[in-house]
């Protein structure tokens, strides 16, 4: 009697199908993710160049962005564009539920604060005015908002 392979055995091979499953589920995952961050980062407006810069703090994780393109234009995922004036109504309501989110997790955990941390991220074209990125952020603190970011695209110099 032999303990190794018989000559007329075929060999036995893994069942690749749980592997190549996971592999489709975990690609799939991250084109969603991907899909619904591109969706707040628009590639239409062009950032202004910045020769110092910070980078982003890791502790903020309510992120809200708005775009400003270079008529001064706000563009809002999922929503036509607004004016410079309009943008109150849609930052409110926003703000509203951040802060209906902080008070429910209040209420399960009490060691937490009730403060609305979200950070708004305002994306200027380079070619925009001025003006209507301040009256963003003017009506972004009349919305109650605190917290806020200027993006921009950090150039090296050379030395």
Do not use: C
């Not at 619904?36 to 809200?64: G, Y």
């Not at 999922?78 to 989110?101: C, F, H, N, R, V």
């Amino acid at each position: 009697m032999s303990h190794g392979p018989s000559s007329g055995a075929a060999a036995a091979e893994p069942n690749m199908t749980p592997l190549l499953d996971l592999v489709l589920q975990l690609v799939m995952f991250f084109m969603l993710v991907a899909n619904f961050t591109m969706e707040q980062v628009t590639n239409d407006v062009k950032l202004p160049d910045a020769q110092s810069a910070r980078p982003t703090e890791k502790s903020d994780v309510e992120v809200l962005y708005l775009n400003l393109n270079d008529k001064g234009e706000i563009l809002v995922p999922g929503q036509p564009a607004k004016g410079a004036t309009e943008i109150y109504g849609y930052l409110k309501d926003m703000y509203t539920e951040a802060s209906d989110l902080a008070k429910a997790r209040k209420a399960k955990d009490p060691t937490l604060s009730d403060e609305v941390k979200t950070v708004i991220i305002i994306r200027g074209d380079k070619n925009a005015e001025f003006g209507p990125i301040y009256n963003v952020l003017r009506q972004a603190k009349a919305a109650g908002f605190r917290k806020w970011q200027l993006r921009v695209n950090f150039k090296k110099t050379a030395e």
